[in-house]
């Protein structure tokens, strides 16, 4: 039996991206295909939206319409309409996979309430690569020195709205859980405006803004003598999708709770 799948965010570029990625996937349906009221998408094809050949499911605004026939939901859209797509899947009790970055921190406390009802997933980069990085952060950081400086560097393309990326704060939290920071801790330096010395311990970030740079994030490690760098390069928009619809697929499976991209790539191996 196929899995019926609505994407929020349908007519951007990573919902186009999806909806061209799903061919891929032959035990996925699309279902829905959802943007903004006030979308010029509005009542076209996602299919020849997204460039390909029709699909038969029109671009609409009406999500818990969309989620009356849907097993899972995956949402790349805007950070103002997170707490809206997450409502209207828990009273759906549709399981989630939000993929869209820069909201509030505070809504994370939101977020734990909604998963003790659905599935829910929050990955600020769906890449199989960047799972695995973070994973690598938080091995060096918890092997390093304390006395190692952290900084990242992460470049997207001139268009992104949020700064520093999702992956890069998802980044400094893995390496701060590999020292025995809390998040808040860790994101300190976030934004923070530079200048004097470094501040020991503190993770430094960097942002660049330029062309159509899919995304690139470099975590250094600097020690005296010698430093570490781990890094990943994003040239093709798909490995978000792919990673994504993988994701959705298996979370449209599983019970109420919080999960991360690792549970999906790591646990079922
Ligand atoms: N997790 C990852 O791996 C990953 C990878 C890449 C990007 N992202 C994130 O994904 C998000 C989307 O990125 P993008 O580059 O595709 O942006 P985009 O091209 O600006 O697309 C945004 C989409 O959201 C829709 N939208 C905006 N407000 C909405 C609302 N209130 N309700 C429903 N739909 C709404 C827009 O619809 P209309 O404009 O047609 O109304 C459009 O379809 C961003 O937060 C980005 O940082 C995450």
Redesign the pocket.
């Known amino acids: 039996m196929s899995t019926r799948v609505v994407i ?10 999806l909806l061209r990625t799903a061919g891929e996937f032959p035990e996925l349906r699309l279902s829905g295909a ?9 009542g076209r094809d996602a299919g020849e939206l997204a460039g390909g050949a029709p699909l038969g499911v029109a ?1 609409s ?1 009406d ?1 818990p319409s969309a989620l009356a026939a849907a097993d899972v939901a995956i949402d ?6 997170t707490v ?2 997450l409502a209207a899947c828990e009273a759906a009790g549709i399981p989630l996979l ?5 909201f509030a921190p505070d809504l994370e406390r939101r977020l734990a309430a909604a998963a003790r009802h659905i599935a829910l997933l929050v ?5 199989l690569g ?1 799972t695995l990085l973070v994973e690598l952060v938080r091995t060096a950081a918890e092997a390093l020195p304390g006395s190692f400086d952290i900084e990242i560097l992460e470049t997207h393309h001139r ?4 700064a520093p ?3 890069a704060l998802a980044l400094a939290r893995a390496a701060g859980e590999g020292r025995g920071q809390s998040a808040e801790q860790a994101l300190a330096g976030a934004g923070a405006a530079r200048a004097g010395a470094r501040a020991a311990g503190q993770i430094g970030f960097a942002v660049r803004r330029g062309g159509d740079v ?2 690139e994030h470099e975590v250094r490690f600097f020690g005296a003598g010698e430093s570490l760098e781990l890094a990943h390069r994003a040239t093709d ?1 798909a490995i ?1 999708a792919r ?2 619809l993988t994701a959705a697929l298996w979370l449209a499976q599983q019970p109420a709770g919080r999960y991360f991209m690792r549970d999906i790539f790591f646990k079922n191996q």
């Open positions: 929020i965010g349908a007519s951007g570029r990573m919902g186009c991206t959802i943007a903004s009221a006030c979308s010029t998408a509005l671009i605004a999500l790349f859209s805007h950070a103002d309409a809206e797509h939000i993929g869209t970055t820069g990955a600020a980069n769906t890449s960047v268009l992104k709205r949020d990326s999702g992956t899919i995304g928009r978000f990673g994504a």
